[in-house]
């Protein structure tokens, strides 16, 4: 294959990644909106980004293992379809819970493009020095997914209705399956093990109802009968699902990964700075619009700085990298994220742009730096047998550190939030229809203040966005500290250098074995 066509290739597998980056911070962006249509509660936004990542990441790691066994090709162009298909169909749901299911259904697809692209990638560029170069391009395109998503997402809103956030991932679709179909090669595995839907149902049973736990825990308090039960529910299923991995002959995640410290530290890095990462911007596109009042389009220009620096500092790092080797320059990074969310964590309704834009920055180039060289690090521990598998387990890193961050960071900021509104609104004669808009969410207390008016309308929006910004600084301050305790067992664990031996030689020596295009 000549060296033309695989950087072709790598194109055409990073316009179908940009499809998933786009989405999430095109959806960020409009969940405001979404608020002001809907009335969705924060629990349902937080569910229509979470529903997506649950089903994501409870089927990558499947979806990877079909791919290496009938051909990561096939996978891929399906992805795509079903994406497309998802997309519209969310566009034209007309409740928070149709929403939530549609982009569910999306999640399928996505599970399928993630680990598709990097398993095809480390298999077109076998030269390890090619490889990093082109994981780091890989990466980068996350960062132009951010960059590209808050300005589209707040034209598409300022000119046309909510829905337009995902029809605009169908033309893309489309085109990357119809370019795919005729340039990007097959491969797969030579010996392929089977899929393991059982172990697929346990995680996202698991996951799912972890997840449910977490959110609904503001509403209905941590010591209910109800969140404890699927707490102590979540645990046995993934407990199960870990006793059934073990004992497998064709588990779908293969725990002897994490017996290599620089597969599982750089895994568990990742997923820090995801969890930090989209945690905070889940928090400030909500904060930029309904505290400090900008359009949607305002505030996707406004998150622009987080996403331009990551786009340039992502394939820096990796020459960074083999300069002064993969430790230093992944805990510069964690450092910078939790020193940015530490600022942001002293915010107050009387800040301006101005006084957060640094912080932004710090979150930008510390999610460049850490995010490239941990995905380096992850699929080059791994033999070319393996690099589904290894993709679609490095893809649930990401996922599932993003639905977490956006299920803890958001609960404590919902917990604090109706703690706060709670006690106030308790004296008062107010129909229950109308306090749960109020306790819902920031957006349901701005808009039953509008309706109200004068002096009391303005009091109660004064007093719902102090509660708001003080949930969100709590938020924030939990995942600076989260993300410093990861910096520091990045220290402690990951390697500085890969260890030569046999994988290293394999990526370096091994060819494509292909299925036919």
Not at 87 to 97: I, N
Not at 271 to 282: E, Q, R, S
Not at 405 to 429: C, D, E, I, T
Request: aromatic share 8%; charged share 10%; hydrophobic share 55%.
């Amino acid at each position: 294959m000549t060296g033309r066509r695989r950087w072709f290739i790598l194109a055409v597998l990073c316009v179908s990644l940009l499809l998933i980056s786009l989405d999430m911070l095109i959806l960020n962006v409009a969940l405001p909106v979404i608020v002001d249509s809907m009335h969705a509660t924060s629990s349902q936004l937080q569910w229509i980004v979470d529903a997506y990542v649950v089903v994501y990441a409870g089927l990558l790691l499947v979806l990877g293992s079909i791919g290496d066994r009938i051909g990561r090709k096939w996978v891929f162009l399906a992805g795509l379809l079903v994406f497309a298909a998802g997309s519209a169909t969310s566009a034209f749901s007309a409740t928070p819970d149709r929403l939530i299911a549609a982009r569910a259904f999306m999640g399928i697809g996505g599970a399928a493009i993630m680990p598709s692209t990097l398993s095809i990638l480390t298999n077109v560029f076998t030269d390890p020095l090619e490889r990093a170069q082109a994981i780091g391009i890989w990466s980068g395109t996350t960062g132009l997914g951010l960059a590209i998503g808050p300005m589209a997402g707040g034209w598409l809103l300022a000119h046309f209705w909510w829905g337009s956030v995902f029809l605009i991932n169908v033309p893309i679709a489309l085109a990357g399956f119809l370019v795919a179909m005729w340039v990007v090669p097959n491969s797969k595995a030579k010996a392929p093990k089977r899929s393991d839907p059982r172990g697929a149902a346990l995680s996202i049973a698991g996951m799912a109802l972890l997840l449910w736990a977490i959110i609904e825990a503001p509403n209905r308090g941590w010591g209910s009968a109800w969140i404890l039960g699927a707490l102590a529910l979540a645990v046995l299923l993934l407990a199960a699902f870990v006793l059934w991995e073990r004992r497998s002959t064709h588990p779908m995640l293969e725990l002897s990964l994490f017996s290599s410290r620089r597969f599982s530290a750089a895994i568990g890095a990742m997923g820090t700075v995801i969890f930090a990462l989209m945690g905070a911007l889940f928090l400030l596109t909500q904060y930029l619009q309904f505290s400090l009042g900008f359009s949607p389009l305002e505030t996707g220009l406004r998150i622009v700085p987080i996403a331009a620096v990551l786009l340039v500092v992502a394939p820096l790092s990796t020459r960074i990298v083999r300069t002064v080797g993969t430790k230093p320059v992944v805990f510069t990074g964690m450092v910078l994220i939790g020193i940015g969310l530490l600022v942001l964590s002293g915010v107050t309704v009387r800040d301006t742009y101005l006084q957060i834009l640094l912080p932004l920055f710090l979150l930008g180039i510390g999610a460049g730096l850490a995010f490239a060289p941990c995905t380096e690090a992850v699929m080059g521990s791994l033999p070319l047998e393996q690099t589904g598998i290894g993709s679609a387990t490095n893809g649930t890193a990401i996922q599932l550190g993003g639905a977490l961050g956006v299920a803890v960071l958001g609960s404590l900021l919902n917990g604090r939030y109706q703690g706060r509104m709670v006690p106030l609104l308790a004296h008062y004669r107010i129909p229950s229809s109308v306090l749960h808009l109020v306790t819902g969410s920031l957006g349901g207390s701005l808009a039953v203040a509008k309706q109200v008016g004068g002096a009391l309308g303005a009091e109660l929006a004064r007093v719902a966005r102090e509660a708001f910004v003080s949930g969100m600084d709590l938020a924030l301050l939990v995942g600076a500290f989260a993300t410093a305790a990861a910096a520091l067992v990045v220290v402690a664990l990951l390697p500085n250098r890969p260890p030569p031996g046999p994988v290293d030689d394999e990526h370096e020596k091994a060819g494509t074995h292909s299925g036919g295009d």
